[in-house]
């Protein structure tokens, strides 16, 4: 079965940056896309960003200028840099994977972002 599992997250102050990673437990080659998702407290979970297995990418409004998603295919991992943190960037980020007919998820790592 595949697995995703994501890392890197942490509290940081405004105004930095965190790279967070999901690994796959397969060649993420044959994702068709993968993508960022994230939930703060109280809130659904909302898209961050996404990157087809062509390399499009597509943002969130609220992320967009900082926020760059990319893939790895050596280290099968897709990354997400964030920059210019804000506290409403704070939340459960989730990394998932359209493969076949189905969406395989992570199981999230946190990222808060004090004032």
């Known amino acids: 079965q595949v697995q995703l599992v994501e890392s890197g997250g942490g509290t940081v102050q405004a105004g930095g940056s965190l790279r967070l990673s999901c690994a796959a437990s397969r060649s993420i080659v044959s994702f068709k896309a993968m993508g960022w998702y994230r939930q703060a407290p109280g809130n659904e979970r909302e898209l961050v960003a996404t990157i087809t297995a062509g390399g499009t990418t597509n943002y969130a409004d609220s992320v967009k200028g900082r926020a760059t998603v990319s893939r790895n295919v050596a280290r099968n991992t897709m990354n997400l840099q964030l920059n210019s943190l804000k506290p409403e960037d704070t939340g459960i980020y989730s990394c998932?994977?359209?493969?076949?007919?189905?969406?395989?998820w992570g199981q999230g790592t946190q990222v808060t972002v004090s004032s």
């Open positions: 998932n994977g359209a493969l076949g007919g189905s969406v395989v």
